[in-house]
């Protein structure tokens, strides 16, 4: 009995030791949307990647491309603070109006799974942005590295009782020197 209260000790010591809490880290997203702008009716498409970390919430690096038939294409790749963690704010920083800015709202806040943008809103040139009408698309997160699993941790456990338990009963079988039952 003393060999098992001894295994449930080791096996919590490894779970303990090996077990790292969990944590909110930056996630790459690929971004793919578009809305019609109120004013010229063009469809404004915006695609490009983002790095956004839920636990600031920050928004760390942005290349976002918006193209469309009646304007300039216009890359934003100056990441501003968001206000909320279902938001991303962005202003270009090259081309001949730097400072347009750029703010994509998503129906739910980021995390590691895809999510449907809500709203956009714009502008070509350094004033105020204007929504667009008929949007859609989504940011769809790169793939995850996993942590640990549960499973791995359990598997060494069940090594070292496998490991235990052979050295164990190789410790009780009789030596040639020994009678049997001493």
Request: aromatic content about 6%.
């Amino acid at each position: 009995m003393k060999f098992y209260y001894s295994l449930a000790a080791t096996a919590a010591a490894l779970l303990i030791a090996v077990a790292t809490p969990a944590r909110a880290t930056p996630i790459d997203y690929t971004l793919s949307a578009s809305g019609t702008d109120p004013l010229s009716l063009a469809q404004i498409n915006f695609t490009g990647t983002f790095v956004f970390d839920p636990s600031g919430p920050t928004l760390d690096t942005v290349s976002i491309t918006a193209s469309s038939s009646v304007t300039r294409t216009i890359t934003f790749d100056t990441p501003t603070t968001p206000i909320s963690s279902d938001e991303i704010s962005a202003t270009n920083s090259t081309g001949p109006l730097p400072g347009a800015p750029l703010h994509i709202t998503f129906t739910n806040p980021l995390t590691n799974a895809a999510d449907t943008v809500a709203s956009i809103a714009w502008s070509p040139t350094p004033s105020a942005p204007e929504s667009l009408t008929n949007v859609n698309g989504q940011a769809v997160p790169a793939a995850a590295t996993p942590e640990p699993s549960a499973l791995v941790l359990m598997g060494g456990a069940l090594g070292l009782f496998l490991l235990v338990l052979g050295a164990t009963r190789r410790g009780r079988q009789a030596r040639p020197s020994q009678p049997s039952g001493a």
